[in-house]
């Protein structure tokens, strides 16, 4: 019998690919888990974007203290805010255009919050030039007593691919 067969329940994990870890989701998740530790939930002071400089283009922050229905945008990064095309800080996610990855990225900060843990999704949606876009985001709770979670720390990232002629 081949030693595949043999395999136990105890067997360990198998082993990871080499190299860096290419999705941004999977990233930001994993450093989430870092800056936590053994609570709940890390604080905004836990995040540096110097130690996250190659995600934080592609992050934003989503302040739910206020109206958990209709969090703020309290920061949006470069790459983020040159996808929507115009200023997008400090605006309420209803205010968001719908065709924009932004609206996609945080359509789930209800489950989210409900849920308390981190929500992934990909998704998929035609941009405001009719070009199909394909996208994955992430939301991570934050909060500054490890009970509350008052603010969001969400990351996307997206493919375009070109309108149909």
Not at 155 to 163: D, F, Q, R, V
């Amino acid at each position: 019998m081949s030693e595949a067969g043999n395999a136990t329940a105890t067997s360990p994990e198998p082993e990871r690919r080499p190299g860096k870890e290419r999705r941004l989701v999977l990233r930001l998740l994993d450093y989430w888990r870092g800056i936590a530790g053994d609570r709940s939930y890390p604080s905004m002071n836990d995040v540096h974007s110097d130690d996250m400089s190659d995600m934080w283009p592609f992050c934003f922050i989503l302040d739910v203290d206020d109206n958990r229905k209709d969090p703020i945008l309290r920061y949006v990064g470069k790459e983020l805010a040159e996808c929507y095309g115009e200023t997008c800080e400090n605006l309420r996610i209803s205010e968001l255009r719908k065709d924009s990855l932004l609206d996609r990225a945080t359509l789930y900060v209800a489950e989210a919050l409900r849920k308390g843990v981190p929500i992934s999704y990909g998704d998929s949606f035609k941009g405001p030039n009719g070009e199909s876009v394909l996208c994955r985001s992430i939301m991570l709770p934050l909060s500054d007593n490890d009970e509350t979670i008052s603010l969001i720390l969400g990351g996307a990232n997206y493919l375009k691919s070109p309108k149909p002629r």
